[in-house]
Structures are given as C-alpha cells and as structure tokens.
C-alpha cells in the first residue's frame, strides 16, 4: 500500500536548520509530484512547497529563499532543507503524494523553533 513517512523533525533556535525527509512506498514515486504542508496547532493547515516529476518547484511565499525542496527518485525519498528557521515555522510537516492536489499523506514530523 502507499507509504509517507516523514522524519527530521526538532526542536532548533531561530536561525537554525533541518532538513526533513519523506520516504515513500508501495508506488512509483518518480511518476508523481511530491508536496509538503505544515499545520501549527490551531491553525488551518497550509502548503509550503511542492515538486513536480520534472522538478518544477513552488513555494509559498513565507518560505522562499529560505526553503528548499528536492527529490531523489533512486531513494524514493523528497525532501524539505529549511534554513533560517523562525518561530512562525513551528508546526507539524507533513507530506503529500502529488502536485496540484494531493492523495495520501504521512504523519508529520514536529518542527519547534524557539530559544
């Protein structure tokens, strides 16, 4: 069956970095787009970057230049580098199988940025 399992989630100061992966299963990853969302708690869930099968990449606006998706077709893997991480970046990642919309999504993994 289809598989998202997210990982490397923390907790970091601002400023800091993580990168986060989603390792995919049970299909042919290369043949979908690939989309990252966040939910910080009480909020509504929102995008935060996708990547399509020929690596067109889309970014909402809050996390440009500082976010950077990418995927490895080989590991079956994308993932999500964060870089200047803020305190408006605390919230649960997660990741999606598809481009304009999505079908099956993992867990999340828990990004907390605070000093």
């Known amino acids: 069956q289809v598989q998202l399992v997210e990982s490397g989630g923390g907790s970091v100061q601002p400023g800091g970095s993580l990168r986060l992966s989603c390792a995919a299963s049970?299909?042919?990853?290369?043949?979908?787009?690939l989309t990252w969302y966040r939910q910080a708690a009480g909020k509504e869930r929102e995008f935060v970057a996708r990547?399509?099968?020929?690596?067109?990449?889309i970014y909402t606006d809050s996390v440009k230049g500082r976010f950077t998706i990418s995927r490895d077709n080989d590991r079956n893997t994308a993932y999500l580098q964060m870089n200047y991480l803020r305190p408006e970046d605390t919230a649960l990642y997660y990741c999606?199988?598809?481009?304009?919309?999505?079908?099956?999504r993992g867990q999340g993994t828990q990004v907390t940025v605070s000093s």
């Open positions: 999606g199988r598809g481009f304009e919309s999505t079908d099956y």
């Open positions: 049970g299909h042919p990853f290369r043949f979908y787009g």
């Open positions: 990547i399509s099968v020929r690596d067109t990449t």
